[in-house]
């Protein structure tokens, strides 16, 4: 989980270059063993490492150490240059209140550990220095830890000096220590010196090698003593070495854990190991089942403690009590039973079923089966009830179904051998009736409405000869003239439909030249003076407005014409355009406006309203549901500005298309 959000973090920078101008390789380690407790969560120490990268530079982030949020404030992080020429380790503090902190001017709060110099003069167990290309420790025994690689070992002679390299190991030189230490307390303090030191320099070689200037000098110094320290002195070492064998999650036997009463896994670091003493569960009533002297190893630091659902992961079980596993083959094969080879309980084989069956001797009474034969299936009886319940049945050919059976409803086109229920029938009829009134959806409504004849087509066909054909245009008349007086025409009214031309019907008439003379030689003053005013078909000035009422017109070619442009001013709310007022409309936002769009060009013509709107990204503009957008979003127009839109419809405004034609105009 994340630190808590009330811990201040500072960066922490910085960049190192060798004198030769190489950039060294490795990390700077920032260290504190502090636990701090913020907004209630107790933060454990753990190293922040920041590695270096290509130019040498360095950053890191770290929580501050007097911030007013934590508990306890004001301590320091030991800084350690984990590279080669990095300095020696030193403490800085990382106030809450820094913009950030460079590791070159940052001012250490404790000096540097220094080393005391080093000295070739004959020694007494306590000399220890340093030379280049490694520490050189001398003890008392005439053995030192050469510059060289931590596994070699150089004897040294009375004076100190250097005399040659042996075959000596840090294993020998431990257990030479170890013998000395093994004392009655009439030894001197050097002896116990030349223990601390040599298992110091060893842990610090081999486990702390990354840190070469920082918890070593301390070991050493504190096997570096005259025999008048306390004995926390020596714990001083002791914790250490405690220290570094937790670094590397080293195994570290904690104690043991009775399982009686199925407990919670312990709070513990990586290595951390308990041995159970009493057989039960651990992790809970829901945990893994374990035995005494088996092993409880913990992988994970600072693993909280929990039951096995919530910290089982973080742990493994060793099984040591193995006085009951039972073992078998090293390979069987599949299905094959299981079954214990000789009497010591401990060990298994596979078995056949053939070898079971034989092993068993089983018979058929053995399993509750005395009553079963061989009989063959044609002559196996047939029980009482059984039989019942057969003649329950009906049988597979012409059954004779009592009550109300059901079957499967047929899809409306099946047309197979599929049993059809009254579901199906019902659904057919529905079908073949379709919408047809209630005075006609039965066959026998139809028939009464064709008269109940059986021969409707022939009774239709033989009185449909009998009337006239109507692509003959009357051409099949037995009668013109009959059939003229029928429709009431005089004999003058029959010789004009008879007629052949527009003269002989004006002889007829006896109308002279009068029918052919134009009306307007027989206007009157007012029609004279409407007709005066009327447009020629050929060139004229129209004047005023001319309302077409939604009609075409045909092939027109315009010339010189305008648009009639609706100036609706100031505008919010609730707007309306309404297109018989014009198709050009200008407008100024003054507020949040809902606009609507009336009367358009009916459906199948294409009717446009061009928008020059003002300021209209200065307030909500709210365009008609039916306004589609690219995108479908909206465009965002210019709070103080010019912005003109266009919007299309061809179906009468179920839809317009909404375009940006242009935004912010100067």
Same mark, same amino acid.
């Given at each position: 989980?994340?630190?808590?959000?009330?811990?201040?973090?500072?960066?922490?920078?910085?960049?190192?270059?060798?004198?030769?101008?190489?950039?060294?390789?490795?990390?700077?380690?920032?260290?504190?063993?502090?636990?701090?407790?913020?907004?209630?969560?107790?933060?454990?120490?753990?190293?922040?490492?920041?590695?270096?990268?290509?130019?040498?530079?360095?950053?890191?982030?770290?929580?501050?150490?007097?911030?007013?949020?934590?508990?306890?404030?004001?301590?320091?992080?030991?800084?350690?240059?984990?590279?080669?020429?990095?300095?020696?380790?030193?403490?800085?503090?990382?106030?809450?209140?820094?913009?950030?902190?460079?590791?070159?001017?940052?001012?250490?709060?404790?000096?540097?550990?220094?080393?005391?110099?080093?000295?070739?003069?004959?020694?007494?167990?306590?000399?220890?220095?340093?030379?280049?290309?490694?520490?050189?420790?001398?003890?008392?025994?005439?053995?030192?830890?050469?510059?060289?690689?931590?596994?070699?070992?150089?004897?040294?002679?009375?004076?100190?000096?250097?005399?040659?390299?042996?075959?000596?190991?840090?294993?020998?030189?431990? /257990?030479?220590?170890?013998? =000395?230490?093994? !004392? &009655? +307390?009439? #030894? @001197? %303090?050097? *002896?116990?010196? $030349?223990?601390?030191?040599?298992?110091?320099?060893?842990?610090?070689?081999?486990?702390?090698?990354?840190?070469?200037?920082?918890?070593? /000098?301390?070991?050493?110094? =504190?096997?570096? !003593? &005259? +025999?008048? #320290? @306390? %004995?926390? *002195?020596?714990? $001083?070492?002791?914790?250490?070495?405690?220290?570094?064998?937790?670094?590397?999650?080293?195994?570290?036997?904690?104690?043991?854990?009775?399982?009686?009463?199925?407990?919670?896994?312990?709070?513990?670091?990586?290595?951390?190991?308990?041995?159970?003493?009493?057989?039960?569960?651990?992790?809970?009533?829901?945990?893994?089942?374990?035995?005494?002297?088996?092993?409880?190893?913990?992988?994970?630091?600072?693993?909280?403690?929990?039951?096995?659902?919530?910290?089982?992961?973080?742990?493994?079980?060793?099984?040591?009590?193995?006085?009951?596993?039972?073992?078998?083959?090293?390979?069987?094969?599949?299905?094959?039973?299981?079954?214990?080879?000789?009497?010591?309980?401990?060990?298994?084989?596979?078995?056949?079923?053939?070898?079971?069956?034989?092993?068993?001797?089983?018979?058929?009474?053995?399993?509750?089966?005395?009553?079963?034969?061989?009989?063959?299936?044609?002559?196996?009886?047939?029980?009482?009830?059984?039989?019942?319940?057969?003649?329950?049945?009906?049988?597979?050919?012409?059954?004779?179904?009592?009550?109300?059976?059901?079957?499967?409803?047929?899809?409306?086109?099946?047309?197979?051998?599929?049993?059809?229920?009254?579901?199906?029938?019902?659904?057919?009829?529905?079908?073949?009736?379709?919408?047809?009134?209630?005075?006609?959806?039965?066959?026998?409504?139809?028939?009464?409405?064709?008269?109940?004849?059986?021969?409707?087509?022939?009774?239709?066909?033989?009185?449909?000869?009998?009337?006239?054909?109507?692509?003959?245009?009357?051409?099949?008349?037995?009668?013109?003239?009959?059939?003229?007086?029928?429709?009431?025409?005089?004999?003058?009214?029959?010789?004009?439909?008879?007629?052949?031309?527009?003269?002989?019907?004006?002889?007829?008439?006896?109308?002279?030249?009068?029918?052919?003379?134009?009306?307007?030689?027989?206007?009157?003053?007012?029609?004279?003076?409407?007709?005066?005013?009327?447009?020629?078909?050929?060139?004229?000035?129209?004047?005023?407005?001319?309302?077409?009422?939604?009609?075409?017109?045909?092939?027109?070619?315009?010339?010189?014409?305008?648009?009639?442009?609706?100036?609706?001013?100031?505008?919010?709310?609730?707007?309306?355009?309404?297109?018989?007022?014009?198709?050009?409309?200008?407008?100024?936002?003054?507020?949040?406006?809902?606009?609507?769009?009336?009367?358009?060009?009916?459906?199948?013509?294409?009717?446009?309203?061009?928008?020059?709107?003002?300021?209209?990204?200065?307030?909500?503009?709210?365009?008609?549901?039916?306004?589609?957008?690219?995108?479908?979003?909206?465009?965002?127009?210019?709070?103080?500005?010019?912005?003109?839109?266009?919007?299309?419809?061809?179906?009468?405004?179920?839809?317009?298309?909404?375009?940006?034609?242009?935004?912010?105009?100067?």
């Amino acid at each position: 989980m994340p630190l808590p959000v009330g811990w201040t973090l500072i960066p922490v920078v910085a960049a190192y270059v060798g004198r030769d101008g190489s950039v060294p390789v490795g990390q700077v380690a920032f260290d504190s063993a502090q636990i701090v407790v913020v907004d209630g969560v107790v933060v454990v120490p753990r190293r922040i490492l920041a590695t270096l990268n290509a130019t040498g530079a360095i950053s890191a982030e770290l929580p501050s150490t007097n911030d007013p949020d934590i508990s306890p404030g004001g301590w320091t992080y030991t800084v350690r240059e984990l590279f080669e020429g990095g300095r020696p380790a030193y403490a800085i503090e990382v106030p809450f209140n820094a913009v950030s902190i460079d590791l070159a001017t940052a001012i250490p709060v404790t000096p540097a550990d220094q080393l005391p110099p080093y000295t070739d003069a004959p020694h007494d167990g306590t000399q220890y220095g340093r030379q280049d290309g490694g520490w050189v420790v001398f003890v008392s025994s005439g053995l030192a830890l050469g510059a060289g690689p931590p596994d070699a070992l150089t004897q040294v002679n009375a004076a100190g000096n250097t005399l040659s390299r042996t075959g000596y190991t840090i294993a020998t030189l431990i /257990a030479h220590a170890v013998a =000395r230490v093994n !004392h &009655t +307390g009439t #030894q @001197l %303090a050097a *002896t116990i010196s $030349d223990f601390a030191l040599a298992v110091g320099l060893y842990i610090t070689a081999h486990i702390a090698a990354v840190d070469p200037h920082g918890d070593r /000098a301390f070991s050493v110094q =504190r096997g570096n !003593h &005259t +025999g008048t #320290q @306390l %004995a926390a *002195t020596i714990s $001083d070492f002791n914790t250490t070495v405690d220290a570094r064998l937790a670094a590397v999650d080293a195994m570290s036997f904690k104690g043991v854990i009775d399982c009686s009463a199925n407990p919670n896994y312990p709070a513990a670091d990586a290595g951390h190991t308990y041995v159970i003493s009493v057989d039960g569960r651990v992790g809970g009533a829901s945990g893994p089942s374990v035995k005494a002297g088996d092993m409880a190893l913990c992988l994970v630091d600072a693993s909280a403690a929990g039951n096995h659902a919530t910290v089982g992961a973080n742990w493994a079980l060793l099984e040591m009590n193995l006085d009951g596993a039972v073992i078998g083959p090293a390979s069987t094969t599949n299905e094959y039973f299981s079954v214990f080879d000789g009497t010591s309980g401990k060990l298994i084989k596979a078995f056949t079923a053939a070898q079971a069956k034989t092993a068993l001797s089983l018979a058929k009474a053995d399993v509750g089966l005395g009553n079963v034969d061989n009989t063959s299936d044609a002559n196996k009886p047939v029980s009482t009830a059984q039989q019942t319940a057969i003649n329950l049945k009906a049988p597979l050919a012409s059954p004779a179904f009592t009550d109300t059976p059901t079957a499967p409803t047929a899809a409306a086109a099946t047309n197979n051998q599929q049993i059809a229920n009254t579901e199906f029938v019902q659904g057919l009829i529905a079908d073949l009736i379709a919408s047809s009134p209630g005075a006609l959806d039965t066959l026998n409504e139809l028939a009464a409405a064709l008269g109940d004849d059986a021969d409707f087509v022939g009774t239709m066909t033989t009185a449909l000869a009998t009337k006239l054909v109507k692509a003959s245009n009357l051409a099949d008349l037995t009668n013109a003239d009959a059939a003229l007086t029928n429709l009431g025409a005089t004999t003058i009214g029959a010789q004009v439909f008879k007629a052949a031309t527009a003269a002989a019907i004006r002889t007829l008439l006896e109308l002279g030249t009068a029918a052919t003379t134009a009306a307007t030689a027989y206007a009157t003053a007012a029609q004279g003076t409407t007709a005066d005013a009327a447009l020629a078909r050929a060139g004229g000035t129209m004047s005023g407005a001319v309302n077409a009422a939604d009609q075409n017109l045909q092939r027109p070619v315009l010339l010189d014409y305008g648009v009639t442009r609706q100036a609706l001013g100031n505008v919010s709310g609730a707007t309306t355009i309404n297109l018989e007022s014009g198709n050009a409309v200008t407008a100024t936002t003054t507020g949040a406006t809902t606009w609507t769009f009336s009367n358009p060009a009916p459906t199948g013509n294409l009717c446009a309203i061009f928008l020059r709107l003002t300021n209209g990204g200065s307030a909500a503009q709210t365009w008609p549901a039916a306004a589609k957008w690219q995108g479908g979003t909206a465009p965002t127009l210019t709070a103080a500005g010019i912005d003109e839109l266009l919007f299309l419809t061809s179906d009468a405004g179920t839809v317009w298309r909404g375009f940006l034609c242009a935004l912010d105009i100067k």
